[in-house]
């Protein structure tokens, strides 16, 4: 089967709206998958609104939001998985700090035909707790007895020492078989890659990745993903 995927730093809207955010995606076909970051439910900073529940109705998915740092009025900001198919096993992990905000990461499987398990994150943007981040998503990734798909910002570029970790147990979606440019950041200067979709397992193969240069609703661009999910043998399930 394929699976359609996608992630977005949607920055809290800041940069246009919720609203043309959930418009600009519904402009490609609303994927299986979207993997959100920098995303508010009534937090400080942007629309007062839980944006996963507006997105996740607006595009049609179930949606889920996971909190890493919370305000003086409970509101909280965070990351967000919406999905065609139910999400379930969901798991919430905080990763290791030191001078950064709190980051988490986000584990589920998603009940399609094809057993799968996702995991997202948005790294932060100090080198070495990145790296300590990375091992964790990593170590997930190689012990899933599923096919994997792992999407997010990771803060870190393709010649990092992250991106290797990351790149022991799976593959780089846009490296395997990516169109066009490969920068994710910035929308106003075009000039590095941290936004990433991987994959683990092969049963879960690469067909196509690119980044989406015409949506400009945020800070980043969107990476889109279609990756072909092989059933297991009839013996096998």
């Known amino acids: ?36 970051q920098e995303v508010g439910r009534y937090w400080q900073m942007g629309e007062c609104i839980d944006q996963t529940q507006v997105l996740s109705r607006a595009l049609g998915l179930h949606g889920h939001f996971c909190g890493a740092l919370t305000d003086a009025n409970q509101g909280q900001f965070g990351i967000a998985l919406l999905s065609r198919h139910p999400m379930l096993d969901l798991r919430r992990t905080e990763l290791p700090r030191v001078d950064d905000e709190q980051r988490v990461l986000l584990e589920a499987r998603i009940d399609t035909p094809v057993p799968l398990t996702v995991l997202t994150s948005h790294f932060s943007i100090h080198e070495s707790e990145r790296r300590q981040q990375a091992a964790i998503m ?100």
């Open 1 to 36: 089967m394929e699976f359609n995927v996608l992630t977005y730093n949607i920055r809290l809207g800041l940069d246009s709206s919720i609203a043309a955010i959930a418009e600009a995606i519904k402009t490609e076909g609303v994927p299986d998958l979207i993997a959100l």
């Open 138 to 237: 990593a170590e997930k990734a190689s012990q899933s007895q599923t096919p994997v798909i792992a999407l997010g910002d990771f803060n870190a570029k393709p010649d990092s020492v992250e991106y290797e970790v990351l790149t022991v147990p799976m593959t780089d979606a846009f490296a395997s078989r990516g169109i066009g440019p490969s920068d994710t950041f910035s929308v106003r200067s075009p000039h590095r890659q941290i936004d990433y979709v991987m994959t683990g397992s092969g049963a879960a193969a690469i067909k196509t990745c690119r980044v989406l240069r015409h949506i400009r609703t945020s800070d980043h661009f969107p990476l889109a993903a279609c990756i072909q999910l092989t059933p297991p043998p009839d013996d096998e399930k």
